[in-house]
């Protein structure tokens, strides 16, 4: 059978694992598919690649297609995320030399307690803190973002891009004092002794999106046969890397030198939920530290492009309500709906909801009668109802 090429890009993560997953068990061929998986180096280079026509697909920061549809980036075709990939997977990690000075403050470093963290941080921390996340339109600016807001170190923070591969080599230089990214980058600078771990992004905020499937709007309305079986073969990659017998089989993949190019070992560490907090060798065990399925983590939820795009206006100056709107159209539903109904997904019988208000799994509608969400609690209590809704 001739399959059908596409070419995907994606930035060396942990959470790459769904596109990668789909090209080397067969999801994707036998979705008729051949997938050239493209090596990315920066968030920024995989907006450029998808905008310009590089690639046909990209695996990508949620807020950032968002972001695009607000103005902020070059004047490329429009951006549509049209399902979710990974929920969690991002670590916040400090320098060694702050480590030591929050142990001497007493910090127990639990990797669960943002209260605690974040006093303990405050502490030891002089002057200005630089806090490395990998684009300023990033799940992981939102968390650092949240978790400071309203503490004397929110006055002092100074936000850094730096490049998952090179947050590490960040701490090591003294460019930045922290940094939150997604694994397995966060337990390579523990390894390397630069750092230790504090604190979880699942601590911040329950379900806290990390990366999307994102195509051109050009591609994913022009060409729907091709996004509908990419869609379904990565939606089955998600459901593989959702049981627990397969992580250790996923690790090995992701390690390989066409990928992650590091020892199986720390890929595991993300995905078998077992964190080394420090090259002391000190583990927590954290449940569900990254899911890719479970609790309707692939769905595109509306409510959430409104939440990063109110987030958004606010530091640029833009309209919220018009902000939204822009945002909410770009999380493609819709698409959703209509490609993955035949592969079997249950679907939410909404496409917003209140988010931050769920502390624990809850059951809500779905076209198959009932689904479980996963909790999706803010750790401040925060709850966010989007102003206008549609399905």
């Given at each position: 059978m001739s399959l059908t090429p596409l070419r995907l890009g994606y930035v060396p993560l942990t959470d790459a694992a769904p596109l990668i997953v789909a090209a080397e068990l067969g999801f994707a061929a036998e979705e008729g598919l051949s997938l050239d998986l493209i090596r990315l180096q920066s968030w920024a280079q995989s907006r450029d690649s998808l905008g310009m026509g590089g690639i046909d697909a990209a695996h990508m920061l949620v807020p950032l297609p968002i972001a695009q549809g607000l103005g902020l980036g070059p004047a490329y075709p429009r951006f549509d995320l049209v399902m979710v990939l990974s929920v969690g997977g991002q670590a916040i990690c400090v320098s060694a030399a702050l480590a030591g000075a929050m142990r001497d403050h007493g910090h127990g470093f639990g990797f669960g307690d943002p209260v605690a963290a974040r006093q303990a941080l405050a502490a030891v921390v002089p002057g200005a803190l630089r806090v490395g996340v990998p684009f300023p339109f990033s799940t992981q600016a939102e968390l650092v973002r949240r978790w400071l807001a309203g503490s004397d170190l929110d006055r002092r923070l100074s936000i850094r891009t730096v490049p998952p591969p090179l947050m590490a080599d960040a701490l090591a230089t003294g460019e930045v004092d922290a940094f939150c990214v997604g694994e397995p980058w966060a337990s390579y600078a523990v390894e390397r002794g630069l750092g230790a771990l504090v604190l979880a992004g699942r601590s911040i905020w329950a379900s806290p999106p990390e990366k999307g499937l994102v195509l051109t709007r050009d591609f994913a309305e022009g060409r729907p046969e091709e996004t509908g079986r990419l869609m379904r073969a990565v939606w089955r990659a998600c459901r593989w890397l959702d049981v627990a017998e397969n992580r250790a089989t996923a690790?090995?993949?992701?390690?390989?030198?066409?990928?992650?190019?590091?020892?199986?070992?720390?890929?595991?560490?993300?995905?078998?939920?077992?964190?080394?907090?420090?090259?002391?060798?000190?583990?927590?065990?954290?449940?569900?530290?990254?899911?890719?399925?479970?609790?309707?983590?692939?769905?595109?939820?509306?409510?959430?492009?409104?939440?990063?795009?109110?987030?958004?206006?606010?530091?640029?100056?833009?309209?919220?309500?018009?902000?939204?709107?822009a945002g909410m159209a770009c999380f493609r539903t819709d698409l959703y709906r209509q490609h993955l109904r035949a592969a079997g997904a249950d679907l939410p019988g909404a496409s917003a909801r209140v988010e931050g208000a769920m502390a624990h799994p809850t059951a809500v509608a779905s076209e198959k009668g009932e689904i479980i969400l996963g909790s999706d609690a803010f750790f401040d209590g925060e709850t966010f109802e989007p102003p206008f809704v549609g399905r």
């Open positions: 690790a090995e993949i992701l390690s390989r030198p066409d990928y992650l190019n590091l020892p199986p070992e720390l890929s595991e560490r993300g995905l078998m939920d077992r964190l080394h907090l420090s090259a002391q060798g000190e583990v927590r065990q954290y449940p569900g530290f990254i899911r890719f399925h479970q609790g309707a983590a692939n769905f595109p939820w509306r409510s959430l492009a409104a939440l990063f795009a109110r987030r958004i206006a606010r530091l640029h100056g833009l309209d919220e309500g018009a902000a939204m709107g």
